[in-house]
C-alpha cells in the first residue's frame, strides 16, 4: 500500500515499498530511502524532492482535509 500525507507546512511524504517517481520523460528517479519527501513549496534545489527548504522560506500550506466536507482530488 502507498500513502501520500501533506506534512504541515512542508513537504508530502511518500510511504510505500514499491513506489517509483519519475519526469515527465518516463526518466525515474533513484529514491535513496523509504519514507521520501516531495517538495510542495517549489523551493526545494533538489526537486522533486524536498531539501528543506520550506522551512527557510516559511512556507505555509492552506489546504487542509476536512473530515465529511466533501472534498475531492481536482480532475
Ligand atoms: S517542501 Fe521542502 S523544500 Fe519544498
Not at 40 to 45: D, F, H, L, M, V
Given at each position: 500500500m502507498t500513502t501520500i500525507k501533506l506534512i504541515k507546512n512542508g513537504p508530502y511524504m511518500v510511504e510505500g515499498d514499491d513506489v517509483k517517481v519519475f519526469d515527465w520523460d518516463s526518466q525515474q528517479y533513484a529514491v535513496a530511502k523509504h519514507p521520501f519527501y516531495l517538495c510542495?513549496?517549489?523551493?526545494?534545489?533538489n526537486k522533486p524532492f524536498c531539501d528543506g527548504t520550506h522551512s527557510k522560506i516559511g512556507f505555509k500550506a492552506a489546504e487542509a482535509a476536512v473530515s465529511g466536507s466533501g472534498d475531492k482530488p481536482a480532475r
Open positions: 510542495r513549496c517549489g523551493a526545494s534545489t
